[in-house]
């Protein structure tokens, strides 16, 4: 089992920044394909990046594209999310997932990020 924790979470301006951080414990980390999805409230969970063992692919939902970096360090078993530009349709509780790219296998306890207007 690996178990996956969030942190770097919380209240910012739009147009601000933040950095998640999801760090993995428990089986070797490196193989898995890591994402990141989002809730907001009254919604279905969606996808927002992954990014591969290798870190030679990585995906985005459209709507984050150009203002959200997802990078993973496989020696410190640490995936992180770079949050620019944000908005307040960033708003959500923000989800650190691990699988192999089509099926999501360990999931967080998620991170709220809250984007005032």
């Known amino acids: 089992q690996v178990q996956l924790v969030e942190s770097g979470g919380g209240l910012v301006q739009a147009g601000g920044s933040l950095r998640l951080s999801c760090a993995a414990s428990?089986?070797?980390?490196?193989?898995?394909?890591m994402g990141w999805f989002r809730q907001a409230p009254g919604k279905e969970r969606e996808f927002v990046a992954s990014?591969?063992?290798?870190?030679?692919?990585?995906a985005y939902a459209d709507s984050v594209k150009g203002r959200l970096t997802i990078s993973r360090d496989n020696a410190k078993n640490t995936v992180y999310l770079q949050m620019n530009s944000l908005k307040p349709e960033d708003t959500a509780v923000y989800y650190c997932?691990?699988?192999?790219?089509?099926?999501?296998?360990?999931w967080g306890q998620g991170t709220q990020v809250t984007v005032s207007s």
């Open positions: 997932a691990g699988g192999d790219g089509s099926r999501w296998y360990h």
């Open positions: 990014i591969n063992w290798s870190r030679t692919n990585t």
């Open positions: 428990g089986r070797t980390f490196s193989p898995y394909t």
